[in-house]
């Protein structure tokens, strides 16, 4: 990305105060209430630093998740949960030559072929299952265009939770609330750079306006295909193969390199709102069938 002109007003190593508008200079865009922003996780060039989940915990003040070696990963983060908003996965293949699993081959295609990392985190969706479970309207789309949870008029009922189909969400067991990213609510309002996008050492994670990283991460995928990286496509981008449905486009998407279940991702994500209406017409046509079956045998015995 080239240096902002105004970069040049800032030359010292030490400053007397927040930069204005310093998104400008970190991520070449100015963040305006009332637009839609987002992330663009290239996983191709993630390189599994974590710098991402150290930068989200200390900006965010969110303490240590599952402290010690898992023994089965370099990820001993695991999952997302109310205390790791970024959860950055290690997914390991093992494939020989005739592609049988468990057998570590010598010769490589490019593009972690041996290893899928992704930096996960809510996907801030622009249907937004769990805010539409949420009763007491503590979930809410900010005027950045992200969904955030109001933790004080959270009641911890925990309806967001299995309403998310992605396991973003999670209930706090020390308050009882529920805790997700928020895509850096405070920093964006401050003028700054999501911590997570800011942090990342290779542009894996990028910031800016939703319709400018799609078209940039389409002329990505256009330049791996070009590369010979056929696999590669968009998971959360509105017509492309990893569309996410009536979920509509997610404000953080992915370039991925394998389906989504590898990632741990779901292939055909949906919202629990659309099976309402079947369900409660099910319910119905079954208190509708027992009452008639009531009103048969009560008319054979008089």
């Known amino acids: 990305m080239d240096v902002h002109a105004r970069a040049q007003d800032y030359t010292e190593s030490e400053l007397s105060g927040m930069i204005e508008d310093e998104s400008e200079l970190t991520a070449g865009v100015r963040i305006v209430p009332g637009r839609s922003y987002g992330f663009f996780t290239d996983t191709t060039v993630c390189i599994g630093c974590k710098a991402c989940e150290v930068a989200c915990k200390e900006w965010n003040n969110l303490p240590a998740d599952n402290v010690g070696l898992s023994g089965h990963s370099y990820d001993n983060t695991g999952a997302l949960s109310a205390n790791s908003w970024r959860h950055v996965a290690f997914i390991e293949k093992h494939t020989g030559q005739d592609g ?33 479970a949420c009763p007491t309207g503590a979930l809410f789309k ?10 004080d008029i959270c009641n911890g009922c ?45 542009d894996s994670i990028q910031f800016g306006e939703l319709p400018d990283l799609q078209a940039r991460a389409e002329k990505r995928v256009e330049q791996l295909h070009g590369q010979g ?74």
């Not at 900010?142 to 933790?151: K, L, S």
């Not at 405070?186 to 750079?193: F, I, M, V």
Request: hydrophobic share 35%.
């Open 158 to 202: 925990g309806y967001c939770v299995p309403a998310c189909p992605f396991g973003v969400v999670d209930l706090n067991t020390l308050d009882g609330k529920a805790h997700k990213c928020t895509l850096c609510y405070d920093r964006l309002k401050g003028g700054l750079e999501p911590a997570c996008a800011k942090s990342c050492p290779t």
């Open 142 to 151: 900010t005027e950045f265009d992200t969904v955030v949870v109001q933790q």
């Open 229 to 302: 990286v056929s696999t590669a496509y968009l998971y959360g981008t509105p017509g492309a193969p990893g569309a996410t449905g009536d979920l509509g486009h997610l404000n953080a998407f992915f370039l991925l390199t394998d389906k989504p279940e590898a990632y741990n991702l779901p292939s055909a994500p949906t919202r629990p709102a659309n099976r309402v209406a079947p369900s409660l017409a099910a319910g119905l046509a079954a208190v509708a069938g027992l009452a008639l079956t009531a009103l048969f045998a009560f008319n054979r015995r008089s």
């Open 100 to 132: 049988a699993p468990g057998v570590r081959s010598t010769n490589k295609t490019p593009y972690q072929s041996g290893w899928l990392m992704l930096s996960d985190v809510c996907k801030h969706c622009h249907n937004a299952p769990c805010l539409e």
